[in-house]
């Protein structure tokens, strides 16, 4: 009896629970990722389904309108290469005698042709052409008008002598031979092969991401998040009052899947921004307070052999990190770093004091900066204003804010890095997300809108609105704008300008995060280089995305 008894000991029936612990998590990371890839391929099918259907009309309403403008139906058309389909039309002026391809595109009934253009469709009775000065006839269709913005058919207008705007009909209409056409019908050879697609921006190449690893990041919500050096090492920061360093290319390889290669200490509240430059690491706290980390080998891509495998979640830097900043009283949503050319960077940050602040350090100065510039106010923010969100370049400060407790009294401030007010540009709701890219700034509101704007001309160039939950996060990619939101959903939206599709949804990715508190994600990020999104949440949970034409 009392072997059975020794056989339960503290140790044994707590190293049971762990393993059944671990085993559990592996199991619902099993099934998340099940139903990630079940969920995009069915939007991935749904999406095609779409396309089929829309090819499906566009090709009807086509045939459609080839069948009235030629008065003749699909049935009765003959083709060259086989035997007739219908009744035959071999005389002269018909499609036959012209020897025009069939396959020719036709624009939309909406879409006035001109008989100059390479689009242009002759009728049966259409083979005589009248002067400038005769009047229209009513036989005349209203699609024979001509356009001043439509390209000119070469094979009209130099082959068979034809002017441009002239109508062509056949004797038949001016009591002539009908055997007889004053216009020598033009082989295929003299048309061309055929009229050109209607010209338009090519759709962007559709994106297919699909979920490839996840891990517990934090015990707590994980809000911030950024790339750390130029490889693929990642920071991220919680309210467990922690920052941790992730190299993305292991987790992907399913190395340390549990464990990240550093843990940086010394935050007595929640960590709510990160940055970034080269060697250091600096967070913002919930406190006001911000801290600067250095980082041993970022300064070389993470491609290269890891040297920090043996420091697997060391904590490193101190209680409180190599210097430490404590100009801000209230908390730091905002925080940027730029690297300058002369080896020094700046450090912008904004925080919920109203202080809009920028630094100018040199990398490994341990001495706690003074601020060079303190952003003035402008008039749209009122004496109860908060900076949210910030970023700094070379020349600009960008900072979004909103007045008191009125969402629709927002707005994105632009200064010059010597402090001079450049653009003050309004907003209806509360920005939520900021993000800037050369001279486009993206910015997510508390309604789920994404828009964009010029920074060098301070112009809005294009607005969307794909959630239905606050955007938290966006981030920009080769060519589409990443943008998370409450919603659990990361929607991938076309970048090119000169398309007619700017903004329009590109894929949707619904990941796993879970709510708490109403909250849900936090930050997306995207690695150019590996095709990497990355998302993180108020579950703590961190999520990997992976192109399938990447590695």
Not at 74 to 85: C, F, H, K, M, N
Not at 190 to 210: H, M
């Amino acid at each position: 009896m009392s072997e059975d008894i020794t056989k339960y000991t503290y140790s044994g029936v707590m190293g049971w629970m762990e393993n059944e612990w671990r085993s559990f998590h592996r199991e619902r990371e099993e099934w998340a990722n099940e139903k990630a890839v079940l969920v995009a391929n069915v939007n991935h099918l749904q999406r095609l389904l779409r396309s089929s259907e829309a090819s499906e009309a566009a090709l009807n309403r086509k045939i459609t309108t080839l069948e009235t403008l030629t008065g003749t139906s699909a049935s009765d058309i003959r083709t060259d290469e086989g035997p007739s389909l219908g009744k035959s039309n071999t005389a002269v002026g018909s499609i036959d005698s012209l020897k025009l391809p069939l396959t020719m595109d036709v624009p939309d009934d909406d879409e006035a042709v001109p008989l100059t253009s390479k689009h242009s469709v002759v009728r049966n009775d259409s083979l005589l052409p009248l002067s400038e000065d005769s009047p229209p006839s009513q036989a005349q269709p209203a699609w024979s008008s001509t356009s001043s913005d439509s390209p000119t058919s070469p094979a009209l207008s130099s082959s068979s002598g034809i002017s441009s705007g002239t109508v062509i009909r056949s004797r038949r209409q001016s009591g002539g031979s009908p055997s007889e056409p004053i216009v020598k019908p033009m082989t295929a050879e003299e048309v061309g092969p055929g009229p050109p697609p209607k010209i338009q921006q090519a759709s962007p190449t559709p994106k297919t991401y699909n979920l490839r690893a996840s891990l517990r990041g934090h015990f707590a919500a994980i809000r911030c998040a950024c790339w750390c050096g130029e490889g693929t090492l990642m920071l991220t920061g919680g309210d467990d009052h922690v920052v941790k360093l992730w190299d993305a290319r292991r987790v992907l390889k399913g190395k340390d899947r549990e464990e990240p290669v550093l843990t940086f200490r010394g935050h007595t509240s929640p960590v709510v921004s990160l940055a970034s430059h080269r060697e250091e690491v600096v967070a913002g706290g919930f406190d006001g307070s911000i801290r600067i980390w250095r980082v041993p080998g970022t300064g070389a891509s993470s491609d290269a052999p890891d040297q920090r495998s043996q420091n697997t979640n060391t904590t490193i830097g101190g209680p409180g990190g190599i210097t430490m900043i404590t100009q801000h009283t209230d908390a730091v949503w905002g925080l940027s770093v730029q690297h300058l050319q002369d080896g020094t960077h700046y450090i912008a940050t904004a925080g919920c004091d109203q202080r809009m602040l920028l630094f100018h350090r040199s990398s490994g100065d341990t001495a706690s900066p003074s601020p060079e510039v303190q952003f003035p106010t402008i008039k749209s923010m009122t004496s109860n204003f908060t900076p949210i969100h910030c970023h700094v370049s070379d020349t600009r400060y960008t900072v979004s804010y909103r007045n008191g407790d009125n969402d629709s009294n927002s707005g994105i401030a632009v200064y010059s890095i010597a402090g001079s007010p450049m653009w003050d540009l309004p907003i209806s709701s509360r920005p939520t997300a900021l993000r800037v890219h050369g001279n486009v700034c993206a910015v997510g509101t508390s309604i789920g809108r994404i828009i964009t704007y010029d920074l060098y001309d301070g112009v809005v160039t294009g607005e969307t609105a794909p959630h239905t939950a606050a955007v938290t996060s966006v981030a920009f990619a080769n060519d589409f704008i990443l943008s998370a939101a409450h919603d659990e959903k990361v929607h991938l939206l076309d970048s090119n300008k000169s398309s007619s599709n700017y903004l329009n949804l590109i894929q949707t990715i619904s990941t796993s995060h879970g709510h708490r508190l109403g909250e849900c994600l936090h930050v997306v990020l995207y690695h150019t280089g590996r095709g990497i999104i990355i998302t993180t949440g108020a579950d703590s949970w961190i999520s990997w995305y992976t192109n399938a034409s990447k590695t």
